[in-house]
């Protein structure tokens, strides 16, 4: 078990050996619950150490991936075990380093524990296919082969899943991989990838930097990254993209989220308010998929309104680690700042303040970065509140008169990562299925609780067209080669040759 006071002194992980930064700067990562609490002191890496990461993962390449995919699945799958025998641990330092609450921590292991499963079957099922040539005494088929050196920056509010929603796919298809965490949960992200040393995975197939955007962006610009997946906010998925699209290198963007959810007429009102809650307040808001809108009827929205704002009052704000916690810190000083800076523009915009809207500061609170759950009333979608991504636990009911306006309101964001109608008409939610505009959809459940086995991202300014998770997930970390073979001993000549054949 890690002690939960222990500091933990770490380096970079660079073909298999750990390192410091080569210009022997570090940086700290602390508990957002107690900020006095060091968790772990890292190297501030920049292009030096990202040369050398790459150059591992160039090394370690050829032999993983001639290394048969049922062998990559083993190690996989033995990675995943290993984590499902140290959940605790791993969700109790989770909570320590980022600050959500216990149970969704090991949510949050867990959904690594399920990615690491689904993918290890892969390694027996990365078909290809046999395709009927249009000449005779002609073989066609097709194979996956890896992309390269894939390099994986990544955020800070899953900081085990989200991670190994990039890394397992990509070390299945045969790629290796050079790492770089957020700045705010490096811990959690050593942890992944020792657990993947300890699981028999061969040095330098998985490179972790540490470090900010400078090692980010090292890792991009890199030309020996053949391939970049990025989860994080829209403004630093542009200038990733910017940079991917000179070099002409593949980029996969999962982005920010401005979630709806409607609440119709019909609805099962308690299970709406339900889901609101969980929607909105989970992780303490900081999940792309938040329910940051409430898309409400007029017929039902004084008895909704009521009623989540009692519940949301009875929220208990703590650390995470205590049992009777609903909502942890939120992650850094800058972000409660920036959190709070927008419910002081919802109150400039004309917004009613219906809860929160405070830092919390009673007692320990005052020893992190707590927010009181925000509830705005009376919103209009075009507010700012009701537009840009606030990631915190702050929501905003907006009013609708009719199911055209509540489908209306919720596609109007530049994001389109996951909306959600409760109601209890089935021919009205087809009707949504078809009409919101996001990569996913949910009827009678809130924004947030994806599984791995579907495809995860969205539509609009949420990415870039690419999903991760998902059967089809492979076709993200591979590409396809396709492979003729004559055997008929003479030029055969296709769509030219044809015509005789037939
Ligand atoms: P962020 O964009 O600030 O940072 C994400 C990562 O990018 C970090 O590792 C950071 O060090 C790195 N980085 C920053 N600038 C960089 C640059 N110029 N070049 C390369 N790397 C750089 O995001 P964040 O605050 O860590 O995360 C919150 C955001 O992530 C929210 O917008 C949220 O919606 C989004 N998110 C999206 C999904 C999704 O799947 N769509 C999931 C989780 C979080």
Redesign the pocket.
């Given at each position: 078990m890690i002690s939960e006071r222990e500091a933990v002194d770490a380096g970079n992980v660079i073909g298999g050996e750990r390192r410091e930064a080569a210009s022997g700067r570090t940086f700290e990562s602390r508990n957002p619950a107690r900020h006095g609490d060091v968790v772990g002191v890292f190297p501030q890496s920049s292009s030096a150490d990202v040369d050398d990461a790459v150059a591992a993962a160039q090394r370690a390449l050829g032999a993983w991936r001639s290394t048969p995919w049922p062998r990559r699945g083993e190690i996989i799958l033995t990675a995943a075990t290993i984590m499902e025998q140290r959940k605790e641990e791993l969700a109790r330092l989770m909570t320590r380093e980022m600050g959500k609450v216990l149970t969704e921590a090991r949510g949050d292991v867990q959904e690594a524990i399920d990615m690491g499963k689904f993918i290890a079957g892969e390694g027996r099922r990365a078909f290809g296919e046999t395709v009927p040539s249009e000449l005779r005494n002609k073989w066609a088929m097709t194979m996956r082969q890896p992309l390269g050196v894939i390099g994986c920056?990544?955020?800070?509010?899953?900081p085990i899943a989200?991670p190994s929603w990039k890394i397992f796919p990509a070390i299945m298809a045969g790629n290796t991989v050079v790492f770089?965490?957020?700045?705010?949960t490096p811990l959690c992200a050593l942890r992944f990838v020792e657990i993947l040393l300890d699981a028999g995975l061969p040095a330098g197939v998985v490179n972790v930097v540490f470090?900010?955007?400078e090692?980010?962006?090292a890792?991009?610009r890199h030309p020996g990254t053949a391939a970049i997946f990025?989860?994080?906010?829209?403004?630093?998925?542009r200038?990733?993209a910017t940079t991917c699209g000179q070099m002409l290198k593949k980029v996969s963007l999962?982005?920010?989220?401005k979630n709806g959810i409607v609440v119709l007429a019909d609805a099962d009102l308690e299970l709406a308010v339900e889901g609101a809650l969980w929607g909105a307040f989970g992780t303490a808001g900081q999940?792309?998929t938040a329910s940051s809108r409430l898309i409400v009827a007029s017929a039902v929205l004084p008895q909704f309104t009521d009623e989540l704002v009692a519940r949301t009052r009875a929220l208990r704000i703590g650390d995470g680690l205590d049992d009777a916690v609903d909502v942890g810190p939120v992650i850094n000083e800058t972000q409660l700042n920036r959190i709070h800076g927008y419910t002081e523009i919802g109150v400039d915009e004309g917004a009613t303040l219906l809860t929160g809207g405070e830092m919390a500061r009673d007692g320990d609170l005052a020893e992190g970065f707590f927010y009181t759950p925000t509830v705005f009333g009376g919103v209009s979608p075009t507010m700012r509140i009701a537009q840009e991504?606030i990631?915190g636990p702050t929501t905003a009911i907006i009013p609708v008169d009719s199911l055209d306006e509540a489908i209306s309101a919720a596609n109007s964001t530049q994001f389109g990562?996951s909306l959600s109608i409760y109601t209890n008409d089935l021919r009205v939610a087809f009707r949504a299925i078809h009409e919101l505009e996001a990569g996913i959809v949910y009827v009678n459940a809130p924004t947030i609780g994806a599984e791995i086995q579907l495809p995860?991202?969205?539509t609009k300014n949420?990415?870039n067209g690419h999903r991760?998770a998902g059967g089809h997930v492979l076709d993200e970390f591979s590409e396809w080669k396709s492979i003729y073979i004559d055997y008929s001993g003479r030029l055969q000549r296709a769509q030219i040759d044809t015509d005789a054949q037939r």
């Open positions: 920056v990544t955020p800070w509010n899953f989200i770089k965490p957020a700045e705010d470090g900010d955007h090692a980010g962006d890792v991009v990025f989860t994080g906010s829209a403004d630093t998925g200038l990733i999962e982005l920010g989220g999940r792309c991504e990631f990562l995860f991202g969205g949420t990415g991760e």
